[in-house]
């Protein structure tokens, strides 16, 4: 079945250590985009890429590092320097060129204490 | 940066009533999308709206993109059980590379009493 696959589904980590959550499609999209959820919020925008190596800050990039060397995937670390990380964290893909609709991953819960 | 501003917050209704709920922004949007989610879940893309007017239907649910191009709102008819959800409203802007990242409202909880 083609679709976004993200995992864990939960992930626990204790303060200071940095920690990479995974995304991965078979979709053949271009673009890939990371996205953070606080309870009772929309989504806000971490990070995208539109194209293999090349990558863009979103509306809350600091904390945060993301990698895309392959097409399938767009790994995002968060890292220590994030001051809340503990979050629900949601992927999603679109093929660039035509309807731009972007669909999304079942999301990671990271809990940091 | 930007959130949508989404209203209502959330509604109670009964079962087989019609539900209404709408996103308005301070400025421009390429496309506007109405996503539901489920506790837990990721987003799940309902309809995706392209022209200024346009009036767009997806079996009991029906949406428009406002002629500024800055509202949108969602309908849904003769509500059932499994409508139970958080709905967003997200809007887009096209860059010269492509599509950015998408603009969220906070979503309308949709509660049905049955």
């Known amino acids: 079945d083609g679709g976004i696959t993200q995992s864990p589904k939960y992930l626990f980590r204790k303060e200071g250590q940095n920690v990479t959550l995974s995304c991965e499609q078979n979709l053949n999209h271009d673009a890939m985009y990371w996205y953070r959820q606080d309870p009772g919020q929309g989504l806000r925008l971490i990070y995208y890429?539109?194209?293999?190596?090349?990558?863009q800050k979103g509306d809350i990039a600091e904390g945060y590092s993301v990698s895309r060397e392959k097409k399938e995937s767009f790994p995002l670390t968060v890292t220590s320097a994030q001051k809340n990380p503990t979050a629900f964290y949601l992927c999603?893909?679109?093929?660039?060129?035509?309807?731009?609709?972007?669909?999304f991953g079942p999301g990671t819960r990271l809990t940091v204490t | 940066g930007q959130q949508l501003n989404q209203s209502p917050q959330s509604m109670f209704i009964q079962e087989g009533e019609d539900v209404s709920m709408n996103c308005t922004s301070s400025?421009?949007?390429?496309?506007w999308l109405w996503y539901k989610q489920d506790p837990g879940e990721g987003p799940v893309l309902l309809i995706a709206?392209?022209?200024?007017?346009e009036l767009t239907s997806n079996g009991r649910l029906t949406a428009q993109f406002g002629i500024t191009r800055k509202d949108s709102f969602l309908n849904i008819s003769a509500s059932i059980p499994s409508d139970v959800g958080i709905y967003f409203c997200a809007g887009l802007r096209y860059s010269g590379g492509g599509a950015d990242g998408l603009t969220f409202g906070k979503g309308t909880h949709l509660i049905i009493q049955p």
């Open positions: 400025s421009i949007f390429n496309t």
């Open positions: 999603a893909s679109t093929q660039t060129g035509g309807a731009y609709e972007q669909y």
């Open positions: 890429s539109q194209i293999v190596n090349d990558f």
């Open positions: 709206l392209y022209k200024a007017g």
